[in-house]
């Protein structure tokens, strides 16, 4: 099992000290946030925050998680408008992951998305981010995305679910996506559940949860025990021994990305197709950015 990021880790603070830092680190995000919204909506464009602040306002006192920047989206139709405002942001020093809509994150409509939303006061200003039920969702997709890589971070799935409120609607939750996405999201429960030891009792498909295909626990295991981490392959061209590295580990395929990138079940055993069809599909997109299309 894996131990809970402690905040008495922060250097050699003591234990007061770092209680003032992640107070202090928290409020400059938070006007960093504040400031965002503001500007985004002085131009007609209504924000979306979710991932790593959101994720984080689930963690106990004493587990600290922490986030470099700022996971915003808008709507597609909107996008354009607010890419211009990113030079703005980056000048006042507020670092900004800016996405149109959810892209593979989630299939919810966006407007149907968008009126699921919340509205959260920060600072004054009123924030919008997505309700727990979508935001459960979009946790357990981006996870699996980053190839299961950072184990860390199943604890943003572990803390979504046990500190879930009260009305937490399952239903909602996972009725409104395929079948295919509502397994990926029990997947990463029952990982929670093996790995950190998810209370998963009361969840009324704990059964389905504890499966967890074998193939899908060795490699995870194995992959953590691994140095190397993903990057773009544009980072290390010019550095040959990271480079191979890098090639290296995208062989043979991740398995678990393979199978978001490929919409595909993770109850399936012959995973090599899968496997070679999501190569084929990010070296399309991979062609496409090197040439600017």
């Not at 924000?47 to 689930?58: E, R, Y």
């Not at 996405?99 to 409509?109: A, K, M, N, V």
Request: a positive charge; glycine letters at 6%; charged letters at 30%.
């Amino acid at each position: 099992m894996l131990s809970a990021p402690n905040c008495l880790e922060v250097g050699n603070l003591g234990r007061n000290d770092v209680g003032k830092f992640l107070v202090l680190e928290r409020a400059v995000f938070e006007t960093r946030i504040a400031e965002c919204f503001s500007l985004f909506r002085e131009l007609g464009v209504e924000p979306v925050m979710f991932k790593g602040w959101l994720a984080a306002s689930n963690y106990p006192d004493g587990h600290r998680r922490q986030y470099a920047d700022l996971d915003i989206a808008v709507s597609p139709s909107e996008f354009g408008i607010a890419l211009k405002q990113l030079p703005e942001l980056f000048r006042k020093k507020i670092p900004i992951d800016l996405h149109s809509g959810l892209r593979h994150l989630d299939t919810l409509p966006w407007d149907k998305f968008f009126d699921r939303c919340e509205i959260r006061g920060v600072q004054g200003v009123e924030i919008r981010v997505p309700c727990p039920e979508d935001h459960l969702r979009i946790l357990c997709v981006h996870w699996l995305s980053d190839g299961g890589e950072y184990r860390e971070r199943l604890w943003d799935i572990y803390y979504a679910v046990a500190n879930r409120p009260p009305d937490f609607d399952w239903d909602k939750c996972l009725g409104c996506v395929s079948e295919i996405r509502r397994e990926w999201v029990i997947t990463c429960i029952g990982l929670a559940h093996k790995y950190l030891g998810l209370s998963i009792n009361d969840l009324p498909f704990k059964d389905e949860a504890q499966y967890l295909p074998g193939w899908l626990t060795k490699f995870l295991e194995t992959e953590w025990k691994r140095t190397t981490r993903l990057i773009p392959l544009r980072l290390a061209a010019k550095r040959p021994r990271l480079l191979v590295g890098q090639i290296r580990k995208r062989f043979p395929p991740n398995p678990i990305q393979s199978i978001v990138d490929t919409e595909s079940s993770v109850k399936r055993q012959f995973l090599l197709p899968v496997q070679m069809r999501g190569l084929l599909r990010r070296s399309r997109i991979s062609i496409a950015r090197a040439f600017g299309r």
